[in-house]
């Protein structure tokens, strides 16, 4: 949630000392009030709720409860003080906090005995996937008649030439209106659930091997499909790569060092080395490197993906253990080795992730056509459409789609649908039609008659949101937290984060006074060759002495027989920070060789740069975050004197009961 996200970020403050007194006798609703803010009351169901949330863990001794009330009053004095100030009249708040609305709205506006049908065929799809080509003849999705039946009977006309024997991948690059299908042949690869429009996925799972389907409309227009294959689901795996970085701008010496590179690890792999060292030593994937090169868990069930040579190069190792031959993909050469194998996921597991997807797919249709057909059935819905959309088909013509229309006027603004005890009249529907935003021209009377579906949902559903927040009490709760979250996040850019880049004055005084916070230790200005043979340290030694050589220079030279002869690091290093300078005494120059662990290092010196003051400019990031904090708790001891909070102690107590 957000609103989590905002409470567990932000409150984390100094204490503000308020007073704590209160009637214990105060309900609301029935519900016992553990606190007030400016007189505005929160239940111990609604302080739960948020404790609960908040608390993975949650604790009701005395102490623990003490603490939460003392950050959840830091969180609630700063929306109050945003209310006060009317963040919440912001235009782009208001905004923001309408699209949090609408998503919180949505689990609350479809059918749940759809979604769980819905939910379920997803997940049986999920379980394997699809080969398929197709054939693609263009359709706008609002064609009149006659469009769509000239579309149809052209893919039937394929169709038939295919079922005469015609090649499909051949008829797909000769007829296909899928740009991409005279160099694929109209072929797609395999594909599982939620990576199709809904329409075309759902034939495509129907189909046995080698069937073709009849036309199959979807927005794109109607396709003739083919499958060629099905195979159970990969699962899920977890890999390590070992990963030399090229990029596309590479030069060709470049990307073939690269692969010499890769080369070299793979015989060292095969001579028995060990995959996690290689990869510490050698891997260019930063964030892998430190953990031997293991990544987080990707394929089906997961949200992690890996490019398509990737996952292939992955899936093709049969056991833990196995490690691939170099392959190339657009972010370098990789070696990967197996870690762990996993079969898709149970449904349990997985529903929450394939609700989500529902909700943003097109499948969402579905439920939400169901759910509002349930709600006709509930709420007295009568429909006189069919006989009062005569007079817009009489009444309107193709000038609608201009910019300036204008209105006919209504002889008799007559209902055209009842429902919830509501008539919805004609005049709303022509009001409807008029704040349509303008389109490409489409037959009249399609156009009329798609607009009365839209209206009529939109009526229904307006409706029954309204009724949310009475209805559901979780909704309301939630519209709560988010409307405090949003407002949290806005004054505190305005009065603390922003405000401590901005005042360049007082960030300027407050290093000042802090100084003493803000010190280097030791530092060298360097460089940090390395090597797992000794003898490549001494003839990079040997080159430092030549002044024209620069240290990309000498790794050329050391390393013109193989890319693992020798490493070099070049920066300004914290000396008790690295574990190969600290507790180590340097001279400023050439070094001596010496060995910590199974390699030799060689450091040369610029300069040794003694313990001392930083400056703002070298501290600023350090000292923002600290000058932020101080506006903070400033800012916090205004606020506890300007609004009031009163705890009712012993309600807060039997919270747990």
Known sequence: MLYIMFLKKFLTLSIATLAITFNANSQKGGDEVVMTVNGEEITKNEFLQVYLKNNEAPKYDKESLDEYVELYKKFKLKVAEAEALQYDTIPSLKRELKGYKEQLAHPYLVDSSKTKELLQEAYNRMKSEVKAAHILIKLPQDAVPSDTLIAYNKALALKAKIDKGADFGAIAASSSEDPSAKMNKGELGYFTAFQMVYPFETAAYNLEIGEVSMPVRSSFGYHLIKVSDKRPA?????????????????????????????????????????????????????????????????????????????????????????????????????????????????????????????????????????????????????????????????????????KNWEKPELDKNKWMFKYNGEKFEMQSFLDFIAKSKIRKPVPVRNFIDEKYKQWQAAEIMNDEKSRLEDKYP????????????????????????????????????????????????????????????????????????????????ILNKVNAESQLNLEADKGKFIQSNNEVLKNRSFNEGANEIFKMGDKYYFVVVNELMPAGPKSLKEARGSVIQAYQEHLEKEWLKELSEKHTINVNQEVLYRIGE
Do not use: C
Not at 481 to 492: F, R
């Open 234 to 402: 990969r699962g899920t795996i977890t890999a390590a790569h070992i990963m030399v970085m090229t990029q596309a701008n590479d030069k060709p010496e470049d990307i073939a060092n690269a692969e010499k590179k890769i080369n070299e690890i793979y015989v060292k792999l095969q001579d028995g080395e060990s995959f996690e060292k290689l990869a510490k030593s050698y891997s260019d994937d930063q964030g892998s490197k430190a953990k031997g090169g293991q990544l987080p868990p990707f394929g089906s069930g997961t949200n992690q993906r890996m490019v398509t040579e990737f996952e292939d190069a992955a899936f093709a190792l049969k056991e833990n253990g196995d490690y691939s031959k170099p392959f190339k993909t657009d972010y370098g050469f990789h070696i990967v080795k197996r870690i762990d194998y996993k079969p898709l996921g149970s449904f349990e597991e997985l529903s929450s992730q394939i609700k989500q997807k529902l909700n943003r797919g097109d499948r969402a249709n579905q439920s939400e056509m169901a759910f509002i057909a349930k709600l006709k059935e509930e709420n007295s819905f009568k429909d006189k459409g069919s006989k009062r959309l005569t007079w817009f088909y009489e009444n309107i013509d193709s000038t609608v789609f201009k």
């Open 474 to 553: 979780a909704y309301k709760a939630l519209l709560q937290e988010y409307h405090d979250g949003v407002l949290l996040y806005e004054i505190m850019k305005d009065k603390v984060w922003d405000k401590a880049i901005k005042d360049t004055v007082g960030l300027q005084k407050f290093f000042e006074a802090n100084q003493a916070d803000y010190q280097w230790t030791d530092r060298i200005d360097g460089i940090i060759y390395s090597s797992n043979k000794k003898e490549m340290l001494l003839e990079a030694k040997l080159l430092e002495d030549i002044d024209s050589l620069t240290m990309y220079d």
